[in-house]
């Protein structure tokens, strides 16, 4: 009877067999790497499942010309070296892959060049990413083991086992050449004729005016969205030299300038200096979210101590977050400085050095202690770089606390708001604190002995551990009024309570469960995008319910008026939400281009300019309405959305401010000359 093969005999007799065939079937391989590279695209575009974005001929077709412009060159190689260098492309693609689909399922977008620069933040967000893991991502990875053990074999033994060759010459080299040329070429045209003709038709505009990475994924594709993210980058950074053009400072200028005036008419408003010389707190609460106020689960109230505080407060029920990427990072932003964030990365990363025109700059030059207060790692989100530019006297991290309640990332939120009170009774007066807390950050993980809300059906969900988290973050808040009244700051302090963003849940039965209803299309976007804000008075004034439709970029300069602070010749986006009447005609701009003011919720088409963009009245509940209704405010979006863009990337504010002061002495002068001929 004849012995069994060894299994190490069978494996490489099967890896030269494969060699071989390769080497007779030419291009065989190069074929085989663009139907398992199209497979795996196909199940990264079922995995993240982007509404009406699912792949169709032409996005294969984009897919295939964008992998033939990607190995195109391996067609120049011997057999042995083509299949080492479309092994590795294999392994490179696939990570990349990968890495987008984990980044996705939590931003819900795709990591760009400004993220890359943002790689310490994943470390941190290792029980984050566990969660988003999922074994039907084997599909994307199945090949890996075989073609790692196939490329070891390619390394160091397959080069003996290939048969003896002719000398390689210049008939061989004009073949691979004229394949590798027909290759690139009809790529080439895949991607770029497509490309082409679809910015002829429903993707007008979408280079120029991409609210939203996955936009732009729809037309190009993964990989071929981040060959256009480097392009876009590298021309934004340096081929431009991020310059800006004389045309384009004046108008940026006259448009803050617009907004400065409008500032400038509500200062005759009463509450404008009602509360000079008070302190002001500002807390920014993890993925507290609007919904959950107000709500109960087992009977027990979720937010009981801001549903108090809701009786001797201002709550506004029509605030939402202007988050993009960032996410926390641009909450902080949008809140302090008044500025759109950035569509891609974060500005506490990429422009931690440019100059703006933040809350606790302008307090400390109005005579405030400014500190602001994280229980985390000063260097998370460059926050070491970005608070001492933003002009705070002091930065309170993790260091500055003691761990003597360990909930999720650190110090839990009633330790960290009782030793913050403590650091600021000893702070001198008025003083500027800005608070951010942790405890309920995503997965929403609490220790048993803080879980007090009986979760039902809820009890295990992701659902279920995030209302556990935001009551727990509701009972501290409950610690801080309670310490800030033992230490005697209550009655001589403004206090500003909001959400930074959402909770990254999408299993939306859950919250279904919670509420007890069917959600529509505006439901779940006023899910997504409504945080609260309270701001509680000194002497209690304006409490109750404010449906007046505000966003995080009004916190700053409302914080400005109540203070008495001017903000006419500041570079801010926002106005004051506390006024003795409401603003009319309030729009808010969100980072994807969405928009509301309050009574229309305008939702652009993921394409960029398709007819897939939806009109929701909010006053009806939903229903859709004719997009002529929210058509026109279209442009004010694009140029607030546009304007912000070239400030924070050009470090555009001193200029800003140059040229307004070079336009008022020109003003001055005008004026005068005009009274001399009088």
Not at 303 to 315: D, F, Q, R, V
Not at 360 to 367: A, R, V
Not at 483 to 501: E, P, S
Not at 514 to 524: C, H, I, S, T, V
Request: charged share 20%; aromatic share 12%; glycine share 8%.
């Amino acid at each position: 009877m004849r012995a069994e093969m060894p299994a190490s005999n069978w494996f490489r007799q099967t890896c030269r067999f494969m060699l071989q065939s390769f080497q007779r079937l030419k291009g065989a391989d190069f074929l085989l790497f663009l139907a398992v590279m199209l497979l795996k695209l196909y199940f990264f575009d079922r995995l993240i499942h982007v509404q009406y974005m699912d792949m169709n001929q032409t996005d294969a077709l984009v897919a295939l010309g964008t992998l033939a412009l990607i190995g195109f060159w391996t067609l120049w190689l011997p057999v042995r070296g083509r299949l080492i260098a479309l092994i590795i492309i294999d392994f490179i693609l696939t990570f990349v892959v990968y890495a987008d689909l984990i980044y996705y399922r939590y931003f819900q977008d795709f990591i760009s060049v400004p993220v890359l620069f943002q790689a310490g933040q994943v470390e941190s967000l290792g029980g984050s990413i566990t969660t988003l893991l999922n074994i039907k991502d084997a599909k994307l990875l199945a090949d890996l083991p075989f073609v790692f053990l196939f490329l070891l074999y390619l390394l160091f033994r397959g080069k003996r086992d290939l048969p003896a060759r002719r000398r390689f010459g210049w008939k061989t080299a004009a073949y691979r050449a004229s394949i590798s040329i027909v290759v690139f070429a009809a790529g080439y045209g895949f991607v770029f004729g497509t490309i082409k003709d679809a910015r002829s038709t429903w993707a007008q505009g979408l280079f120029e005016q991409s609210y939203w990475n996955v936009s732009l994924y729809n037309l190009t594709g993964v990989l071929g969205f981040h060959g256009y993210d480097i392009y876009r980058y590298a021309k934004q950074n340096w081929l431009d030299g991020g310059s800006v053009s004389a045309t384009q400072a004046a108008a940026t200028l006259d448009y803050m300038q617009s907004r400065g005036e409008a500032r400038k008419e509500l200062e005759q408003d009463k509450l404008f200096g009602a509360y000079k010389g008070s302190n002001a707190i500002v807390v920014q609460a993890e993925a507290f979210q609007n919904f959950v106020v107000g709500q109960s689960i087992g009977g027990q109230e979720v937010t009981p101590n801001i549903n108090k505080l809701i009786g001797e407060s201002a709550y506004f029920s029509q605030f939402y977050h202007q988050t993009a990427q960032g996410r926390t990072s641009d909450a902080d932003f949008a809140a302090n400085c008044s500025m759109q964030p950035v569509t891609n990365g974060s500005v506490f990363i990429m422009y931690a050095q440019h100059q703006f025109d933040c809350t606790p700059s302008i307090l400390k030059d109005n005579g405030y202690y400014t500190a602001a207060f994280h229980a985390y790692d000063g260097g998370f989100w460059n926050r070491n770089n970005m608070y001492a530019n933003m002009g705070y006297d002091q930065f309170n991290s993790r260091k500055s606390f003691i761990e003597d309640e360990h909930v999720g990332w650190t110090v839990g939120d009633k330790s960290f708001f009782t030793q913050s009170v403590d650091l600021m009774a000893k702070e001198q007066q008025p003083f500027y604190s800005f608070l951010i807390t942790l405890s309920s950050h995503h997965p929403f993980t609490l220790p048993d002995s803080v879980k007090e809300l009986n979760t039902g059906e809820l009890d295990g969900t992701l659902m279920g551990d995030y209302l556990q988290a935001v009551h727990y973050v509701d009972a501290a808040l409950g610690v801080l009024v309670e310490q800030m009244k033992a230490k005697g700051l209550w009655d001589n302090t403004i206090l500003v309570f909001y959400g930074d963003h959402d909770n990254s849940i999408k299993e939306w039965d859950t919250f279904e469960k919670f509420l007890g209803k069917k959600l529509n299309k505006l439901d779940r976007e006023m899910i997504l995008k409504q945080v609260p804000l309270l701001v509680h008075l000194p002497d209690g004034a304006q409490a109750g319910v404010h449906p007046a439709v505000g966003g995080q970029l009004d916190i700053a300069p409302t914080i400005m008026h109540l203070l008495g602070i001017s903000t006419a010749d500041q570079m801010m986006l926002g106005t004051p939400l506390l006024t003795e009447k409401p603003a009319e005609h309030k729009v808010i701009v969100l980072r994807n281009g969405s928009y509301t003011d309050g009574h229309v919720y305008y939702m652009p088409s993921t394409d960029g300019l398709g007819t897939g963009s939806q009109c929701l009245s909010i006053d009806t509940g939903g229903v859709a309405v004719d997009l002529d209704e929210c058509r026109p405010m279209t442009q004010q979006v694009h140029d607030e959305l546009s304007h912000s863009d070239l400030i924070v990337t050009n470090d555009l504010i001193p200029e800003l401010h140059e040229l307004a002061a070079t336009k008022a002495k020109a003003a001055s002068e005008a004026a005068d000359a005009s009274a001399g001929k009088q």
